[in-house]
């Protein structure tokens, strides 16, 4: 690892005020325009990420709370089973994401894409896709605003808002880090309680957060919160290339960047983290993988914009992973900009927009657009999409231009639990 990565593990603190952050966007920006005479109408409504991490005035992001949650992360005793730690589902080898279109938590046999239930278990996976959270500090940070990190919107149906509250939230769910070993009610009691009887966390906890019962649910969010800061990506060529490096995208790339412009897809994917944050309905088929159609934010199908940051190491793609290449994904709106007949499978219309592509694996090539959607329910913006024309190559290359592979791969050699690092394999 680099000396600027593991700066970044053990840095200074960094929690910044809205108008911090809003300042050092701004400061991105003017730069942008220094290296060039006038902003495109696609440079307008993006910008690079800011190089400081906005973090709560209470977690503030230092060495020890790092250092601590980067164990947690890493450790099987959050688990019921002691089988599965977060980075079971949130890999570095797989963008701190698993490469599943659907995750397996406890249980699972397997790491990453082969990942699977033993033969015979008739176990359901978790009902969506894992989200990577590289850059997951800037939840929140958009075009024009910032949430503030105590507000940040997490999942895919913005259940919980903030990263402290996001890393509780596995360890109470039955499919992912629970199981069937105690009821959800009393989940995070039960791992307070396992940390608090190891004597190495018990000493972790208090030089991290003082001697007065530092071993509790708040600061086992904090520390695993302070820690997911650090993984962070935000050198990647669009970056450069928004901080003056005029040479930093091909001319192939920024014709999609104009491309993604003029097509409509910045009006959901803006901003620094190429998200609006809000919750859309978008007609997403349903995974057959699972018992029960997935209706989303308040049953009505909608889900959160994702960041379209590192998507070349997190497919695949959408809130339940049915597409596995990003050309389906342009398929898939192409179909929703060309439904105006055939919805849902029916005449005409969406089929050849809709399918998986040659050499897809998608699971939604026969199935067409969702139909417990009607059209009328589909976000306007995603209706109005302009994707009539040439193939998206130009596009596709922009997308591409989000990714930064120099993002943290370290694995710790041991956690306090004694338990294997990251999980049972099997």
Not at 94 to 122: C, E, M
Not at 132 to 160: C, I, K, Q, Y
Not at 182 to 196: C, G, H
Not at 274 to 303: E, R
Request: net charge neutral; glycine share 12%.
């Amino acid at each position: 690892m680099d000396s600027t990565r593991r700066s970044q593990l053990g840095g200074k603190p960094s929690a910044l005020s809205r108008s911090a952050v809003l300042a050092t966007m701004a400061g991105m920006a003017a730069i942008a325009a220094m290296g060039s005479a006038r902003q495109t109408g696609a440079e307008s409504r993006l910008a690079a990420l800011p190089i400081e991490v906005p973090a709560p005035a209470d977690n503030p992001t230092t060495p020890d709370r790092v250092a601590l949650g980067r164990l947690l992360f890493w450790d099987p005793i959050l688990s019921g089973q002691h089988d599965v730690a977060c980075a079971t589902c949130h890999h570095p080898d797989f963008g701190y994401s698993d490469g599943l279109d659907l995750s397996i938590g406890t249980h699972g046999v397997g790491l990453g894409a082969t990942r699977r239930f033993p033969t015979g278990d008739t176990r359901h996976p978790v009902k969506r896709n894992s989200q990577s959270v590289l850059n997951a500090a800037f939840n929140g940070l958009t075009g024009g605003a910032h949430a503030g990190p105590e507000a940040a919107p997490m999942f895919w149906d913005v259940r919980v808002r903030s990263l402290e509250a996001q890393a509780l939230e596995p360890i109470k769910a039955i499919d992912e880090m629970r199981g069937d070993a105690y009821s959800e009610d009393r989940a995070l009691s039960t791992v307070v309680a396992r940390l608090d009887a190891n004597a190495e966390y018990r000493r972790l906890f208090a030089k991290t957060f003082g001697a007065t019962q530092p071993v509790n649910e708040q600061n086992l969010g904090r520390a695993l919160a302070a820690f997911e800061r650090t993984l962070v990506a935000s050198d990647s060529p669009f970056d450069r290339y928004m901080r003056g490096d005029s040479a930093a995208l091909t001319p192939e790339q920024l014709r999609g960047m104009e491309r993604f412009q003029s097509i409509g897809c910045v009006n959901c994917h803006d901003g620094p983290m190429f998200s609006d944050f809000m919750p859309h309905v978008l007609a997403v088929p349903d995974n057959p993988k699972l018992p029960a159609s997935d209706t989303g934010v308040t049953q009505s199908y909608a889900f959160r914009t994702p960041s379209l940051r590192n998507l070349g190491v997190t497919a695949p793609y959408m809130h339940n992973g049915v597409f596995a290449t990003l050309p389906q994904v342009v398929n898939f709106y192409q179909a929703i900009s060309f439904a105006g007949r055939g919805f849902g499978g029916g005449r005409g219309g969406v089929g050849r927009f809709a399918g998986a592509g040659r050499g897809g694996r998608g699971l939604a090539g026969a199935r067409g657009l969702n139909p417990q959607v009607a059209r009328d329910q589909i976000d306007p913006l995603a209706r109005n999409l302009n994707l009539r024309g040439p193939v998206q190559s130009d596009l596709l290359a922009f997308l591409h231009a989000l990714d930064d592979p120099a993002f943290d791969r370290s694995v710790p050699d041991r956690v306090p639990s004694g338990l294997r690092v990251g999980g049972a394999i099997r």
